[in-house]
């Protein structure tokens, strides 16, 4: 069984989860606060592994027309019963694997976003951009919310001696455990990825590490009771997660890459 049927079995919940988890909402505002900082109201945003479309109704609010896609059947079902989903206007939904984009129902995307990890369910980010070359705008922009192979507040657990957990990203993948299916996790490191968009004409502009000291999300219950903590853990991730080798290191990292004019061929 493979990782988009253990999202379509975690869908009917997914929203309720995140609802009153505090380390959650705080990296989804951290996600959307960046990608703030290079999208136009006027923009066409295809979104990959959209989930329950959290994140699109969010910018389709914001004056973004926006493209959802998933390929897990039960968050696509979640996505089409939100009320706002209807009365949204500017909002479509497609069932899209994104490792094998071959036809869309649009073109001419100027944003692709993917957040939380979702294509870290792929080796393979070669035929993702392969797959989505054709479909974009001339100056497109995109933003990927990716895990790496190391994170520092993993590695920090050797101290524990849990040794497992902390080394689990170092091979550059491992099995997750999700509603009872296992799938693998592929974990990509930063340079091969701003690497892979200089591949395609794509220049890296930001890069931003999120859960460097920062609690991770399972970590929600130590947040919680260790408030002033996690706030000084907030305040040191904000001055050290733009820098490198920081940036790299956390649970996850945003990376926004924008097209050379020059190899624009739409
Ligand atoms: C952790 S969830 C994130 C969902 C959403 N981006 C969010 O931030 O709430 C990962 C998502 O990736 C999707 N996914 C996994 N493999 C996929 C694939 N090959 N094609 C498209 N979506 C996929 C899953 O169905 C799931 O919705």
Redesign the pocket.
């Known amino acids: 069984m493979?990782?988009?049927e253990a999202?379509?079995r975690q869908?009917v919940y997914?929203d309720t989860l995140?609802e009153k988890h505090r380390v959650l909402t705080y990296l989804?505002a951290q996600?959307r606060a960046h990608v703030r900082r290079f999208i136009e109201p006027g923009d066409f945003m295809l979104?990959?592994?959209?989930?329950?479309g959290?994140?699109a109704l969010y910018w389709v609010k914001r004056g973004v027309r926006v493209h959802a896609?998933?390929?897990?059947e039960?968050?696509l079902k979640q996505l089409h019963q939100k009320k706002e989903y209807s009365s949204a206007g500017r909002m479509t939904v497609e069932y899209?694997?994104?490792?094998?984009i071959e036809h869309l129902q649009y073109k001419g995307f100027s944003y692709v976003f993917?957040?939380?990890?979702?294509?870290n369910?792929?080796a393979n980010l070669e035929a993702v951009m392969d797959g989505l070359m054709p479909f974009l705008a001339a100056e497109a922009t995109i933003t990927w919310?990716l895990m790496p192979p190391f994170c520092l507040r993993e590695a920090l657990k050797l101290l524990r001696g849990r040794w497992r957990y902390a080394s689990r990203r170092w091979r550059g993948h491992t099995t997750a455990h999700l509603e009872g299916v296992h799938f693998p996790v592929y974990y990509h490191a930063p340079g091969k990825v701003k690497r892979l968009f200089q591949s395609y004409g794509f220049e890296t502009v930001a890069l931003e590490a999120m859960s460097l000291l920062y609690p991770l999300p399972e970590e929600e219950e130590w947040a919680k009771k260790h408030p002033l903590l996690t706030r000084w853990c907030s305040y040191l991730d904000s001055k050290l997660r733009h820098r490198m080798p920081w940036a790299a290191w956390g649970d996850h990292y945003i990376i926004t890459a924008r097209r050379k004019k020059q190899y624009a061929c739409v």
């Open positions: 493979s990782a988009t999202f379509s869908s997914f995140e989804r996600v979104e990959l592994n959209a989930g329950t959290l994140d896609t998933d390929a897990a039960g968050m899209l694997d994104f490792t094998r993917s957040n939380f990890g979702g294509l369910c792929t919310v």
